[in-house]
T-cell receptor
């Protein structure tokens, strides 16, 4: 069964460092998302990506964040200068249609710990 | 009012019990509704979509009440393996965003 894969599964970094989280969405999917979940809290939307550009982003997705689809398969989330409050599980998701018509497929997540 | 609201629980029930969760949403124009399941420290996975007429999948029944702006999930004959957090997902939310918005989830613990 096709799946969304994410790397790394866990990353520990120092405050102020740059972090890149990688995702390989399901190959024929068109819509890509990053969500995050702080421990014990809700799943929060960060950004959606379609047709090689950002389609929507939340207030959380400030100038410290960026996304790229550099090679047609990987979908990356970069945090330029990490803060303690960026510690969370980051989930990548993809869907074949706009998400109102179908399922979001999530990767297993990348746990980011900022010290 | 929060866009998508759920009772966090936990709901603590014995095996075999029937349990129901509600989820309220604020945008009367919302079109699509889903229930996802999330196991501890894992990714969310789709449990079922919620259709206007209500739908059933085995022991799980989902209903939509547009007038009162809530959706519900009923689990019959609970199993130990049903222990998880159940996430309500709605969109569009206010402002017409086409992004699925998650409630904070309702925790279910099924005990022997």
């Amino acid at each position: 069964e096709p799946e969304v894969t994410q790397t790394p599964s866990h990353q520990v970094t120092q405050m102020g460092q740059e972090v890149i989280l990688r995702c390989v969405p399901i190959s024929n999917h068109l819509y890509f998302y990053w969500y995050r979940q702080i421990l014990g809290q809700k799943v929060e939307f960060l950004v959606s990506f379609y047709n090689n550009e950002i389609s929507e982003k939340s207030e959380i997705f400030d100038d410290q964040f960026s996304v790229e689809r550099p090679d047609g398969s990987n979908f990356t989330l970069k945090i330029r200068s990490t803060k303690l409050e960026d510690s969370a599980m980051y989930f990548c998701a993809s869907s074949g249609d706009r998400a109102n018509t179908g399922e979001l497929f999530f990767g297993e997540g990348s746990r980011l710990t900022v010290l | 009012r929060k866009e998508v609201e759920q009772d966090p629980g936990p709901f603590n029930v014995p095996e075999g019990a029937t349990v129901a969760f509600n989820c309220t949403y604020s945008n009367s124009a919302s079109q699509s509704f889903f229930w996802y399941r999330q196991d501890c420290r894992k990714e969310p996975k789709l449990l079922m979509s919620v259709y206007s007429s209500g739908n059933e999948d085995g022991r799980f029944t989902a209903q939509l009440n547009r007038a009162s702006q809530y959706i519900s999930l009923l689990i019959r004959d609970s199993k130990l393996s049903d222990s998880a957090t159940y996430l309500c997902v709605v969109f569009p939310t206010s402002g017409g965003s086409y992004i699925p918005t998650f409630g904070r989830g309702t925790s279910l613990i099924v005990h022997p």
